[in-house]
């Protein structure tokens, strides 16, 4: 059995007279998570929220008017949030060269943080049948969404969303809900979660597909049949430069206005991000369908060479770091388990600089100016690119038959 989790996007209809309450909770709850946050970074990350719960509950339903539910809830939203650091930190090693100019690696904890978690932007998280439920007014037949506030419950009206009568078969249970205002508008985010009998075949995948991952192209994939799909970066790199741009005028200003828009700026590229990698696995997911074995590198610890950096001026250089590879695996992984798919992890040494016809593996072959590889062996090229998901794709047919760990060794 899988789990898949969907989440559903309200746009709630809130009253004059009822903004007032609800700004009021998410304040709060957001200066109560920040509050357990202090709590948590000076008494060695305590990650569990009963820990946090037994040593912070009475404090803050004092300080901030919590009910008791919220404060709980409270305490698991900030565990949760140090857990996902946690988990980043694991991704990105931190890199240093030692004087023979030989690249070490130290894993990061939470330890490295500098100061407490801050949850600047007001939300709060409700508990179904406790914080939020859904109501129906027996003569109209109108749903409406029930929530609780500091003081007293109100009843909003929301757009109604494509497919939501579906989440209301019995198949679907809904989890904690996320209240939060954006431009003057107020959204409330419910996860529902399913369980599905769709279950990957490791030994008869309908596909195995190469996934490159960069910038030139945001993804280049390799199927089992030869296809490749090249999606272009271009349109992505020319929105970041506005994004950069946009950001350094604001620092170069520094006024107190400057830095809101700064923070908004943050939240729009973001979400942007967001979009863009749901849109990108999405698509995938849906091309190549159930039973598929998509191989990806690990870039665990992978730190970009000079040779992909040295030619980029520092926005470039920037941009080929910052840009959400880890989010896209997250997105893709999901939507796979979901569709009866699968995202295998593999080594990335090599990936770029092996010939998929003769084995040949010299990095001097791939050559980042004309964006080629060109076998000095057996005379085979291609784009350089396309040649990294061949070799992931090589990959995963020796995980379907049977290669638990496969992996390309310069013994090849």
């Given at each position: ?19 007032p ?9 957001s200066?109560a998570?920040?509050k357990l ?29 919590l009910?008791s539910q919220?404060?709980?809830s409270?305490c698991?939203?900030v ?8 988990e980043?930190f694991a ?11 030989k690249?070490?690696y ?5 330890e490295?943080?500098?100061k407490?978690i801050?949850f600047?932007?007001p939300?709060?998280d409700l ?12 003569k109209?037949g ?10 007293k ?11 939501f009568?579906?989440y ?5 249970q809904f ?7 954006l431009?003057g ?12 009998d769709?279950s990957?075949d ?22 089992e049949?030869g ?18 741009d ?5 620092q ?16 729009r ?9 749901h ?12 039973g ?13 060479s ?10 470039g250089?920037n941009?080929?770091?910052s ?5 896209f695996?997250?997105?893709l ?15 990335a040494?090599y990936?770029s ?7 040949r ?9 004309t ?5 000095d062996?057996?005379?085979?090229q291609?784009?350089?690119?396309r ?14 038959s049977?290669d ?6 310069k013994?090849?």
């Amino acid at each position: 059995m899988t789990t898949v989790v969907k989440t559903i996007k309200l746009h709630i209809h809130v009253s004059q007279s009822e903004v007032p309450l609800l700004e009021e909770l998410t304040s709060k709850y957001s200066e109560a998570c920040t509050k357990l946050s202090e709590y948590v970074f000076e008494h060695d990350f305590p990650l569990n929220f009963m820990v946090l719960q037994d040593a912070m509950y009475q404090n803050v339903r004092e300080s901030f008017g919590l009910k008791s539910q919220m404060t709980i809830s409270a305490c698991k939203t900030v565990t949760a949030r140090y857990k996902t650091v946690q988990e980043q930190f694991a991704q990105k090693p931190y890199k240093w060269l030692d004087e023979h100019n030989k690249p070490h690696y130290e894993a990061r904890t939470l330890e490295w943080l500098w100061k407490p978690i801050q949850f600047r932007r007001p939300q709060a998280d409700l508990v179904r049948n406790r914080d939020y439920s859904f109501v129906t007014n027996k003569k109209t037949g109108e749903v409406k969404l029930s929530l609780n506030t500091l003081s007293k419950r109100v009843k909003v009206g929301f757009d109604i969303p494509d497919c939501f009568e579906q989440y209301f078969d019995g198949s679907w249970q809904f989890g904690t809900g996320k209240l939060v205002s954006l431009l003057g508008e107020w959204y409330f985010h419910i996860p529902a979660s399913k369980e599905i009998d769709e279950s990957f075949d490791r030994e008869k995948p309908s596909h195995v597909v190469g996934i490159d991952r960069g910038l030139r192209f945001i993804l280049t994939s390799y199927d089992e049949k030869g296809k490749s799909i090249f999606v272009s970066g271009k349109n992505v790199m020319r929105t970041r430069q506005k994004f950069n741009d946009v950001r350094a005028e604001l620092q170069a200003k520094g006024t107190k206005s400057a830095k809101r828009r700064l923070k908004k700026l943050a939240g729009r590229e973001n979400r942007w991000m967001n979009d863009t990698n749901h849109r990108l696995s999405k698509t995938l997911v849906d091309t190549y369908g159930s039973g598929t074995l998509f191989v990806i590198e690990n870039l665990k610890g992978v730190s970009f060479s000079e040779d992909n950096l040295k030619n980029r001026n520092n926005g470039g250089r920037n941009e080929l770091r910052s840009w959400t590879f880890y989010q896209f695996e997250q997105f893709l992984s999901y939507k796979a388990e979901a569709s009866g798919s699968f995202v295998l992890k593999v080594p990335a040494d090599y990936t770029s600089q092996r010939c998929p016809k003769c084995g040949r593996i010299l990095k001097e072959n791939r050559h980042h100016g004309t964006h080629t590889y060109i076998c000095d062996g057996c005379g085979y090229q291609s784009n350089d690119d396309r040649i990294g998901a061949m070799n992931l794709q090589l990959l995963g047919t020796q995980y379907v038959s049977g290669d638990e760990h496969p992996r390309i060794r310069k013994s090849e």
